[in-house]
């Protein structure tokens, strides 16, 4: 065996750039996800990837078939080696190149995006965001509402005003052509 020749494998096997080519998704309790990803010529074995947190925290964002990936082998064994997500590419670009801005693209045009630059978080979304809370949300601020919007259960105020189109509903407010007996008041003044 020649030495040389298999020192030089190994150590080229270290690290090595490839693309995602099949992704195995896991099944829970039975097997973890893993990757094949094509380098060259090389197909390795199913490979697992490393994610952002996988301890008492943990991430889900499964990488896809052609990202482009770096493998890092310990000790130059590709059978033990870990796919490490990922690099752009001209056909995968990051979403932006805004140096105050950190952003998540998803598939369907679906965008998270902090601009700490100006303190700003942007979501959009092409569907809707469900927010399941039994405990409740808090919101401080202002908050602008546009469209239609439908609500159960009560609603309390505390403090402020209240109006609809321009008038006076809260609380406070009074009517004209009150009289007494059975009829009606106008409208809030």
Known sequence: MNNVAELLRLIENLLRVGAIAEVDHG????????????????LTGWLPWAG??????RDWNPPTVGEQVMILSPGGDLSNGIAMPSLFQLSAQPPSNDPGVISRLFPDSGLFEYDHANSVLRINLPGSIEIHAPGGTQWVGNINH??????????TQVGGTKTHNGKNVGSDHVHGGVQTGGGNTQGPL
């Open 146 to 155: 546009q469209g239609d919007m439908q609500r159960q259960g009560s609603d």
């Open 27 to 42: 099944a829970p309790n039975e097997r973890l996800p893993a990757v094949r990803v094509r380098s060259g010529k090389l």
């Open 52 to 57: 952002g947190r996988a301890g008492t925290t």
